[in-house]
């Protein structure tokens, strides 16, 4: 995983700011898309500021490193998402949208849908998960791949559930990709393979 946020403090004047949201279960390879994307998208001049969720500040980071290691119920772990990433949204997203920059994030609302959402009911987690503070991003990219690209860490709480849970949770990130009209990207084959197909699906989202 990437260790954070990263991006420049110049207004980007001559383009408009971009919300771009990598998606997939564990070790499909979001985190070395995300660092290759914006790698592809600052050697063409434009601004990029990366983050991941939970995370993007200190007290983000402080709360992910809670929640990846300490069991807590299915409620408090929602809110405590939630509350993240609204925190997420005022204090890193937006101030880098104003400023005209891409935002490129590893994690955001599909991946409450997807976990929380197969513990607590996808109906009421999908209707907190979208209220109208939670900016929607201008693309959301499921990288799907046929196995995970790497071995699942069993010390890991959202992991241990080995392969069965990794195919549970990559068929319903498909099945959601339909529903809400977020993009299916393989993530199968050589890294920069992967980079080229989603530089063709967004260049033209984002740009502008």
Known sequence: MNAGPSSTTIVDDHHRGALV????????????????????????GRSVSVSREPGGDALGEAIRTMLLGESVDGWT????????????????????????????????????????????????????????????????????????????????RFEHSGLTGWHERRNGYRALARRHGWLLISGDGPPELVTKRLVETLVKRVTG
């Open 21 to 44: 949201v990598l998606e997939g279960p564990d070790r499909v390879g979001k985190s070395t898309q995300v660092e290759r994307l914006a790698q592809w998208f600052r050697g063409r």
């Open 77 to 156: 772990e929602l809110f405590l998402f939630l509350a993240v990433r609204a925190r997420h949204l005022s204090s890193v997203i937006e101030p880098a949208l104003s400023r005209g920059e891409l935002v490129i994030l590893d994690r955001y609302t599909p991946s409450t849908l997807v976990y929380q959402g197969a513990q607590l009911g996808e109906e009421l987690v999908t209707q907190l998960a979208t209220l109208p503070v939670f900016r929607e991003p201008d693309a959301t990219i499921v990288l799907d791949c046929r196995e995970p690209l790497a071995a699942l860490d069993s010390a890991d």
